[in-house]
């Protein structure tokens, strides 16, 4: 064969062999891009590749994020991102992050959301003005709403369309903490709590009863929405002024408290005692035997040792009579979204899903951040199999969710102010409710 012959026949046969190799080779992703090599993929100004295509705007606030100061936290997040964005290389993260003013930020994100420049996932609060915004997200987390605790579902869908608008990734609550070695079964009610106290008192315990100082969360709260109650009417306004029942409903409430101040079950070092901090310190030392309010055991273990820390559990908060309903307030935040682009939209979903929200993700941000989760399934991880998140989640099971609103901002410092101006003694319960009334009203003037 001559040199020419040979030539032309090798040409001929990669001729027929091309179209061959192409049909047999794997197609290429479409949009797919590689990250270049060595560069930090999670920066302050981006995160992920840099030459990608797809922008989605991201606003976690400050210490939620990755550039917090808790090295748990953003070590987390960074590790999380990172896988995120390797396998979206065609997706670039803005962070826009936010903190300082929330009510500040909660209007700039209100005037966005109007304007359409709202970012495209948002940490933000439980308050429904943004409702008529937020893009419903049914198609990607309906088939998991029900390991979300029953009280998370009044935050996560709008009531105005039935529509899943936001996703609960944390949650926080109260209720009793008891020395279980020194009382044999959790108080049910304030009777049987005044009861166990005066045991304890005539042992010598001098008051064995320690509390918040600010009441509505976690001293009101549970007793009211116990009974069934509403806070306030469609137009926002309070009911416990207006409504005979309700009004007398306070005053009860109220009126147990200073009676446990009367009776010397609770000292006045309640208005004192500013952090959950300073109570860990007091259970610590045994100065109290009950406390209610929130508490974490980060924060017992602080103050005790893990012995002692043992002698301490969690339960429900007491309510007016034995068999009353469970009640506490459950709050925590959540992601909303507001792109209006299908494909953002469903990333956006992605990546909250991925670092915060799926099974898996937040068992990873509860224990990396310290809180308790609001999923179900969650507290079936190693992280929470705690005797301690046990109990809470079971507090958390039958809680019922924070209202939020300005009205209900208003009234947590009116009624801080009315309660303790009663405790003090300025003020019966009867005039401490109808200050906590006429102070509230003033306020949304």
């Not at 032309?8 to 192409?22: D, E, K, Q, R, Y």
């Not at 005066?198 to 009441?215: D, N, R, T, W």
Request: charged fraction near 20%; charge should be negative; hydrophobic fraction near 40%.
């Amino acid at each position: 064969m001559t040199k020419r012959l040979y030539i032309t026949s090798i040409v001929a046969l990669a001729g027929m062999l091309l179209p061959l190799a192409l049909l047999a080779a794997p197609a290429a992703e479409e949009g797919a891009m590689t990250i270049p090599e060595g560069i930090d993929l999670v920066t302050p100004e981006r995160i992920g590749n840099p030459n990608a295509e797809i922008t989605l705007v991201w606003s976690p606030q400050q210490v939620y994020g990755p550039f917090s100061d808790i090295p748990a936290r953003t070590s987390y997040l960074r590790e999380k991102l990172e896988e995120w964005t390797r396998a979206h290389p065609n997706v670039k993260i803005e962070p826009v992050i936010w903190g300082g003013d929330a009510s500040a930020f909660y209007a700039k994100l209100a005037a966005e959301a109007a304007s359409g420049r709202a970012p495209d996932a948002v940490q933000m609060p439980d308050l429904p003005i943004y409702n008529q915004w937020l893009q419903p997200i049914d198609e990607f987390i309906r088939d998991e709403l029900d390991d979300f605790f029953p009280w998370t579902h009044e935050i996560m869908i709008d009531p105005a369309d039935g529509k899943i608008k936001r996703i609960k990734f944390n949650t926080g609550t109260g209720g009793l903490w008891y020395r279980k070695d020194l009382v044999p079964e959790a108080p049910r009610s304030f009777d049987e709590l005044i009861a166990a106290a005066k045991k304890l008192q005539a042992e010598g315990m001098e008051s064995p009863i320690g509390g918040v100082s600010a009441p509505l969360y976690h001293l009101i709260f549970p007793m009211w929405s116990s009974q069934g109650r509403s806070w306030y009417d469609d137009n926002e306004q309070p009911t416990f002024g207006s409504n005979p029942e309700d009004r007398q409903a306070m005053i009860d409430i109220f009126a147990v408290y200073r009676t446990l101040v009367d009776e010397g079950l609770m000292s006045l070092n309640v208005l004192e005692l500013a952090n959950n901090m300073d109570w860990a310190t007091e259970m610590g030392r045994g100065t109290v035997a009950f406390f209610l309010g929130n508490m974490w055991t980060s924060q017992l273990e602080q103050a005790m040792s893990p012995e002692e820390v043992d002698n301490w559990a969690l339960t429900h908060y007491p309510q007016m009579t034995a068999d009353a309903p469970r009640s506490a307030a459950a709050g925590g935040w959540n992601y909303g979204f507001f792109s209006d682009d299908a494909e953002k939209l469903e990333l956006a979903v992605d990546l909250v899903m991925h670092l915060y929200a799926s099974a898996d993700g937040m068992a990873g941000w509860c224990e990396a951040g310290g809180y308790p989760p609001s999923r179900a399934s969650v507290y079936d991880y190693p992280a929470f199999q705690s005797r301690f998140f046990q109990e809470l989640s079971a507090v958390l099971a039958e809680a019922k969710p924070w209202p939020s609103s300005n009205t209900m901002q208003i009234m947590s410092g009116e009624s801080t102010n009315a309660y303790e101006a009663m405790l003090l003694g300025q003020l019966t319960p009867e005039e401490a409710v109808d200050a906590f009334w006429e102070g509230t009203l003033d306020q949304m003037k």
